[in-house]
């Protein structure tokens, strides 16, 4: 759905009031770069969904914004609500618009128990998902992990690194995480163009982990297995029916994949 000029301009005052609130924060995973990144997916998904622009827009651009503050018990999507209904209190929205927003923000969780309900909730949670994905969300799992650790965690477990033979952990080993939440994040996804983008980012963490495999083998950890067995064990497809499923093909070959490029306004919301 095609934004107004004003449109536009209400999403880049509320980006400017929404990033003074990041300023400082320390959690760089959440921070403003992911929100931007969110934003920008989530425009692209509402422009390919035909979803309401505003509505996904300012919910993206507010969707962490509990981050930055604490609570004693509300989960930082409660949280989020009810700092974006402060701020957007200034603006003269409908009520349904607002109410679409708050509820966007609140489903965005897949902890916090509320279906999206809406098409701009959907989408907005598929963003938030895909920024988990990737070469993105290779870098944001570094952050999550270092910042989130504990004594005991260690970064892969000596004997089973990838999980092969056991159940994934990833409170006590970081690469598990893979196991136990980014490989299964596709599934969850609920837009088709949301699936779509998630299958080639979904990709490109198993062609990292079939790597890493690589280099831990080097480095004497991991398994004594044929390069064929690893591959099809961390790739969990075998023979044709891989090579006809799998759209890392592309990136093994070192072809680049071409996405559709963000218009105009929306880079410059």
Avoid at 15 to 41: I, N
Avoid at 216 to 244: C, F, I, N, P, R
Wanted: aromatic content about 8%; glycine content about 8%.
């Amino acid at each position: 759905m095609d934004m107004s000029e004003n449109d536009n301009h209400l999403l880049a005052e509320v980006a400017t009031r929404a990033q003074a609130s990041y300023h400082d924060f320390p959690d760089l995973a959440h921070g403003w770069e992911h929100v931007k990144r969110v934003y920008h997916l989530a425009l692209h998904l509402a422009e390919q969904e035909q979803a309401d622009g505003l509505i996904v827009g300012m919910a993206a651009l507010l969707h962490d914004l509990g981050r930055t503050t604490r609570g004693p018990t509300r989960l930082h999507a409660e949280r989020s609500a009810k700092l974006a209904k402060q701020l957007l209190a200034a603006y003269d929205l409908p009520s349904e618009t607002l109410h679409a927003i708050l509820h966007a923000i609140l489903a965005h969780g897949y902890r916090h128990g509320i279906e999206p309900a809406t098409l701009e909730a959907r989408v907005l949670s598929d963003a938030d998902r895909l920024d988990s994905l990737g070469a993105s969300g290779v870098m944001r799992w570094a952050m999550t992990m270092k910042r989130g650790r504990w004594p005991e965690t260690r970064t892969y477990h000596p004997d089973d690194p990838f999980a092969l033979w056991r159940d994934p952990d990833g409170q006590h080993y970081l690469l598990d995480r893979f196991f136990t939440k980014l490989l299964k994040l596709q599934e969850a996804m609920t837009t088709t163009t949301g699936r779509a983008m998630a299958a080639r980012r979904i990709a490109f963490l198993r062609l990292y982990l079939q790597e890493l495999q690589h280099e831990l083998a080097e480095g004497g950890s991991g398994y004594d297995m044929s390069e064929e067995v690893t591959y099809h064990l961390l790739w969990g497809k075998k023979g044709e029916e891989q090579k006809k499923e799998q759209p890392g093909e592309d990136l093994q070959r070192g072809r680049v994949v071409e996405l559709p490029c963000l218009s105009e306004e929306q880079h410059s919301a």
